[in-house]
C-alpha cells in the first residue's frame, strides 16, 4: 500500500490519505528486534519521534526492554534517561514468559513421534522459551538424526560391493585390501531408524544440541578437550539425589550414588528408610548396612559405609528440597568456557550443573564422546572420527556404536576386538543392545565367536534379561539362538522363565511380537508353547482389537495356528466383528489380503464370512492403492474373493479394472505385475487380456534396464499364460536386452533359466539368443565354481538345442574335473555329472573316469549319507562298474553314516 518514499512529507500525505474520514481506520506499523542493533537503538528511536505526530499511524516496538534501557543509561544522563519514554511511548505491554506447559505443547507439535516432546526442562534450564531457538534445536536433532540414517544405508550398503584396487607408492605397486562383503546388511537386520534408535536417544541428542546453542563456546572446547569433556561429566554426576525424594522417586539415584562412590553391589536389593526424625537414611540388606546422616545445619551429610570409614558430602537447599552433591568443584576452565561475548553468565556453574542434572543424562565419558562425534558429521559422505585406546571394555551399549562407525570408517573391525567384547560383555544393557549386537557380528561374518555368548555360565544373565526386558520379539530371538547352539539349555530357560514369559506376553500391546515369541517357544518346546498359550490367550482378542494394523493381526492369528489350532479358531470366533471392521478401516490391499489368507488357513468358513462382509470396502481400496509393490496382493485379493463367488469377483475386476493399467504403468515389480495379470486372468480372462493389450508397451521398458538375467521371467510366463503371440512379440522386442544381460550375468544357473523361459515362449529366439552369446556362455561355465549351476545351464541348453549343449561340452569339459575337486556339495556334483550324461554318455563316463579318486575324498569328506546314495545311484547310471568301486572304496564311512 505504502509505496517507498524518499520525502518525510510524502510519506506523511499517503498515511492522511489513507485514514482521512474515518475514526477507525489506522495504519499499525510493526518494528520488531530493536535490540538487534543496542549500538544504533538511540538514534533510530530519535529518527522516529519525527513520525509520531502523524494522524492515524500506530507504531508498535518490540525488542527486550532490558538492552533498550542499558542503551539509554549509556547514552543519556539520569534526568533526560528517566523522562526519555514519556513522550515517546503512550502504552506498554509486557509479553508474559512463556509457560512449562506452552514449552511441551510445542515440542509435541514440533516433534511429533520423535519423542522430543518430554525434554521440557532440558529447554527452561537452556534456551528457554524462544520459540525460534526451541524450532532450531528440534530441527537440529531431526537432521542429525536422518543424516545418520542416510549414512548407515547408504555407506553400509557400499560395502556390499567391494571392488579390487591398487595404489602406486614410490615404484612399485601395493595391494589395496577393500572391505569383505557384508554375510547380511545391516539395513536389511534393523531399518536404519531402528539402528539410530538403539544406538542412540533422541532426548540425549537433543540435550547437547541445546549445548551448543546455549553455550556455544563451551561446546567448541569439549569437542577437543579431553579434560573439559571429564569435567562436564563430573558436573552432571556431581549431583547424588534429593534427601526429600529417598525413599522416592530418588531411590535409584541413591543406590546408583552409593555402588559409583562405594562399591556397594549389594544396594540393588537392600531395603531404603528413614530414621532418627527423618534425619537419616538406613540402606541396609540382611548384614549389611550403610547409614547416610543429615547435620543439624542441614548443609552436610555423612556416609557410613562401615565402622573404618565415613565420608561428607555438600547439601543445598534448592526448589524447597535438600539436593545431594558429591565433592566436585568445577574446573576453572570449564567455568572460563561457559563465557560469552566477553561477559559471563549470571551463576554460570549453577545454571550448566542444573541443565546437566535434567533426564537424560550422559553416561559416562565414552557416551558424551560418541554423541559429540554423532553432532560432527555434516553431510552423508563425512567421515566419522572415533578412536578408543581399548574398545573392547566399553559399556555394551557404545561398543554397538563403535562396531558400526568402524564398519563406516575403515571397512572391517578387528576380529580381536571382538572376541575380547564377548568374552567381557558387562551383561548390564538392555536385551536390544545384545539383539542388535549379535546380529551385526553376524553380519560382519563373525558366527564363529558368538556362540561364547551362549555359553551355559551366561544362562543365568541371559535369564535376567529376559525377565527385566518389556519386547516379546527380542525375547523370541534370545530363546532362538540359544536353542541354536545349546538346545538343552534353551528348554531350562524357558522353564525358568515361563512365567515371566507370560507377564510380557499380557503386557505387550504388539500382536506381531507376541507371535514372535510364541513361535520361537514352539521351536524349542511345542508343550511349553502351548502351556503358554493356554494361560494367555483370553489376552489376545484385546491385542486385536487395540491394533490398527491387519497384517500383525494375521500374523499372530497365524503363529497361533501352528501351534493350537482350536485356540486359533476359538479367536477367531471371539472377534470376527473386529476382524470385519480392521479390513473396512485398511486402506492398504496389501495387509488385508495378508490376514484373510491366514484366516482361511484357519478357518475357510470364516473366511468366507468375512469377505462376505467386507467385500463392498474393495473397489475403494483398489482405486485408491498407489503402492506398486501392493498391486499383486490386488490380484491375490481378487482371487479370494474368487473362491467363493466367481460372479462377485468379476464383478469387482470390473468395476476397478480402469485403475490396473495406471498402476501395472506406475511398477517396476515384475512379481507384483504378473500376480495382478495372472489373478485377473484365472478370474476373467478377457478382461486379462485387455489389460496386457492397454499395458503391453511399457513391459519392455521396465525388462531393459535390469541387468538381472531373471528380470521379466514371471512376467513372460503370464502373458504367454493369458495370450501367447503377445508373449512372442514382447521376446522380439527385448530380445537384445537379454543377450546385454547374460553377458553380464556371472550366474550360470540364472542364465539357463532366462534361456528356457524364452525357449518356452519361442524356441527360434532362445536357439538365435545361444548361437549370439555361445562365446559368453563358454567364459561363465569357465569362471564358475558351482556345479550344480553349470549342470543347471547345460539342461536347458540341452532342451532347446542338443548341438549347441555337444559343443558347450567340448569346449568347457577340461574345467570340470577342477571344479568337481574344488567342490564338497555332493548334489552340485551328481546334478553336473547327469547333466552332463544327458548331452553325452561318453563325455560323463571319462569325466567320472577322471574324478573318482577325488568322488572318493568327497564322499569321505560329506555328512550326509543320503547325498551320498544318490551320487552313487546317478554314477552308477552312466558307470556302474566305477559305482561299484567307488562304493567299495568308501563302503567303511558311509556304513558309519548311516548308522548315525
Not at 484373510?596 to 482405486?623: C, F, P, Q, S
Amino acid at each position: 500500500m505504502i509505496e517507498r518514499v524518499t520525502k518525510i512529507e510524502e510519506f506523511k500525505k499517503k498515511i492522511r490519505e489513507e485514514t482521512e474520514g474515518t475514526q477507525k481506520k489506522k495504519i499499525v506499523i510493526f518494528i520488531d528486534d530493536l535490540d538487534r542493533i543496542p549500538e544504533k537503538l538511540i538514534d533510530f528511536l530519535n529518527s522516529l519521534k519525527i513520525f509520531l505526530d502523524i494522524k492515524g499511524c500506530v507504531f508498535i516496538l518490540g525488542c527486550d526492554y532490558k538492552i533498550l534501557d542499558s542503551a539509554l543509561k549509556k547514552r543519556y544522563e539520569e534526568e533526560i534517561y528517566e523522562n526519555y519514554f514519556d513522550k515517546i511511548v503512550q502504552a506498554e505491554f509486557y509479553i508474559p514468559r512463556i509457560s512449562e506447559k506452552a514449552i511441551e505443547g510445542y515440542l509435541k507439535s514440533l516433534t511429533g513421534s520423535e519423542g522430543i516432546e518430554e525434554c521440557t526442562k532440558l529447554v527452561l534450564h537452556s534456551i528457554g522459551g524462544n520459540p525460534r531457538k526451541i524450532k532450531r534445536a528440534v530441527n537440529a536433532t531431526k537432521l542429525i538424526k536422518s543424516i545418520f540414517e542416510m549414512k548407515v544405508e547408504s555407506i553400509l550398503k557400499e560395502f556390499e560391493r567391494p571392488k579390487p584396487g591398487k595404489r602406486i607408492e614410490g615404484r612399485g605397486r601395493e595391494e589395496i585390501e577393500e572391505p569383505a562383503a557384508l554375510k547380511k546388511e545391516i539395513t536389511r537386520i534393523f531399518t536404519p531408524e531402528k539402528v539410530f534408535d538403539i544406538l542412540f536417544d533422541k532426548k540425549v541428542l537433543f540435550k547437547l544440541v541445546c549445548i551448543r546453542e546455549r553455550w556455544p563456546r563451551l561446546y567448541e572446547r569439549i569437542l577437543s578437550e579431553g579434560k573439559l569433556q571429564r569435567a562436564l561429566i563430573a558436573l552432571q554426576d556431581a549431583y547424588a539425589f534429593s534427601w526429600d525424594d529417598v525413599p522416592g522417586k530418588d531411590q535409584s539415584r541413591l543406590i546408583k550414588f552409593v555402588k559409583q562412590n562405594f562399591n556397594i553391589d549389594w544396594a540393588e536389593t537392600a531395603e531404603i528408610d528413614k530414621i532418627n526424625n527423618g534425619k537419616t537414611i538406613n540402606v541396609s540388606s540382611g548384614k549389611s548396612h550403610l547409614s547416610i546422616a543429615l547435620n543439624n545445619e542441614k548443609t552436610k551429610v555423612n556416609i557410613e559405609p562401615d565402622k573404618n570409614r565415613t565420608e561428607e558430602f555438600k547439601v543445598r537447599a534448592e526448589g524447597g528440597k535438600l539436593k545431594i552433591y558429591a565433592n566436585y568443584e568445577p574446573d576453572s576452565e570449564l567455568l572460563d568456557a561457559i563465557e560469552e561475548k566477553g561477559r559471563k553468565l549470571e551463576e554460570p556453574e549453577k545454571n550448566l550443573r542444573i541443565f546437566l542434572e535434567d533426564p537424560p543424562v550422559f553416561f559416562g565419558e565414552e557416551d558424551l564422546i560418541t554423541y559429540l562425534t554423532l553432532l560432527e558429521i555434516s553431510s552423508p559422505e563425512a567421515g566419522i572420527s572415533l578412536e578408543y585406546a581399548e574398545p573392547e571394555k566399553l559399556p555394551d551399549n557404545i561398543f554397538n556404536r563403535y562396531l558400526v562407525f568402524e564398519r563406516i570408517n575403515k571397512g572391517k573391525v578387528n576380529e580381536k576386538i571382538i572376541e575380547e567384547k564377548i568374552k567381557h560383555m558387562d551383561w548390564e544393557s538392555d536385551l536390544n543392545s545384545y539383539y542388535f549386537f549379535v546380529e551385526v557380528i553376524s553380519a560382519l561374518g563373525y558366527d564363529n565367536l558368538i556362540e561364547y555368548l551362549y555359553d551355559r555360565k551366561y544362562l543365568k544373565n541371559i535369564e535376567d534379561k529376559i525377565k527385566a526386558s518389556s519386547d516379546p520379539g527380542v525375547i523370541g530371538w534370545w530363546l532362538y539362538f540359544v536353542n541354536v547352539i545349546y538346545s538343552d539349555a534353551a528348554k531350562a530357560l524357558i522353564n525358568e522363565t515361563k512365567k515371566a514369559l507370560a507377564d510380557k506376553i499380557k503386557a505387550s500391546s504388539d500382536p506381531l511380537a507376541v507371535g514372535w515369541l510364541l513361535d520361537d517357544v514352539s521351536g524349542i518346546d511345542k508343550d511349553a508353547a502351548k502351556a503358554l498359550i493356554n494361560e494367555t490367550k483370553n489376552t489376545y482378542a484385546d491385542k486385536i482389537k487395540t491394533s490398527s494394523d491387519p497384517w500383525t493381526i494375521g500374523s499372530l492369528l497365524d503363529y497361533v495356528n501352528r501351534i493350537d489350532k482350536d485356540a486359533a479358531k476359538a479367536l477367531i470366533n471371539e472377534t470376527k466383528k473386529d476382524l470385519a471392521d480392521k479390513i473396512k478401516a485398511s486402506s492398504d490391499p496389501r495387509t488385508v489380503g495378508w490376514l484373510l489368507e491366514r484366516v482361511e488357513g484357519i478357518d475357510k468358513d470364516a473366511m468366507k464370512a468375512l469377505i462376505n462382509e467386507t467385500v463392498n470396502t474393495y473397489a475403494d481400496k483398489i482405486k485408491a492403492s498407489s503402492d506398486p509393490g501392493a498391486i499383486g496382493w490386488i490380484g491375490w485379493l481378487l482371487e479370494r474373493v474368487g473362491r467363493i463367488d466367481k460372479d462377485a469377483a468379476k464383478v469387482l475386476i470390473n468395476e476397478t479394472k480402469n485403475t490396473y493399467a495406471d498402476k501395472i504403468k506406475a511398477s517396476s515389480d515384475f512379481l507384483a505385475i504378473r500376480s495382478l495379470l495372472g489373478s485377473v486372468g484365472r478370474i476373467d480372462k478377457d478382461a486379462a487380456k485387455a489389460l496386457i493389450n492397454e499395458t503391453m508397451n511399457t513391459y519392455a521398458d521396465k525388462i531393459k534396464p535390469s541387468s538381472y538375467p531373471y528380470a521379466g521371467k514371471w512376467l513372460l510366463d503370464e502373458v504367454k499364460g493369458i495370450d501367447s503371440d503377445t508373449a512372442k512379440a514382447l521376446i522380439n522386442e527385448i530380445k537384445n536386452t537379454y543377450a546385454d544381460n547374460i553377458k553380464a550375468s556371472s550366474d550360470p544357473g540364472a542364465i539357463g533359466s532366462l534361456l528356457d523361459d524364452v525357449g518356452r515362449i519361442d524356441n527360434d529366439a532362445a536357439k538365435a539368443l545361444i548361437n549370439e552369446t555361445k562365446k559368453d556362455l563358454v567364459e561363465k561355465i569357465k569362471a564358475s565354481s558351482d556345479p550344480g549351476a553349470i549342470g543347471s545351464l547345460l539342461d536347458y541348453v540341452r532342451v532347446i538345442d542338443k548341438d549347441a549343449a555337444k559343443a558347450l561340452i567340448y569346449e568347457t569339459m577340461n574345467t570340470y574335473t577342477d571344479k568337481i575337486k574344488a567342490s564338497l556339495d555332493l548334489g552340485a556334483i551328481r546334478w553336473l555329472l547327469g547333466s552332463v550324461g544327458r548331452i553325452d554318455k561318453d563325455a560323463a563316463k571319462a569325466l567320472i573316469n577322471e574324478t573318482k579318486k577325488d568322488l572318493v575324498k568327497n564322499i569321505k569328506a560329506s555328512s550326509d549319507p543320503e547325498a551320498i546314495r544318490r551320487l552313487l545311484e546317478k554314477v552308477g547310471e552312466m558307470d556302474p562298474d566305477t559305482a561299484k568301486q567307488l562304493e567299495n572304496e568308501t563302503k567303511s564311512i558311509t556304513s558309519s553314516k548311516n548308522q548315525k
